[in-house]
């Protein structure tokens, strides 16, 4: 993906059961990307990279 360090983060709604994602946004101004993991399975999980602009529909169509 890159060798620039994600930067994980889980939203601040989420309840801290461990059934959430987590989302490494600090890449999506310098290369377009957005990767999102499972909270559950940090380390051997996964790791699936959206296009930042299909994220942002994605999250603005979660908030309407």
């Given amino acids: ?13 989420s309840e801290h059961g461990g059934a959430c994602i987590e989302v490494a946004a600090n890449l999506a101004a310098s290369h377009g990307i957005v990767p999102v993991r499972d909270s559950k399975d940090r380390h051997d999980g996964p790791v699936v990279a959206f296009p ?10 979660l908030k309407r």
């Fill in 52 to 61: 930042a602009t299909a994220w942002s529909v994605f999250v603005s169509d």
């Fill in 1 to 13: 993906m890159t060798t620039e360090s994600l930067r994980w983060f889980t939203s601040s709604y």
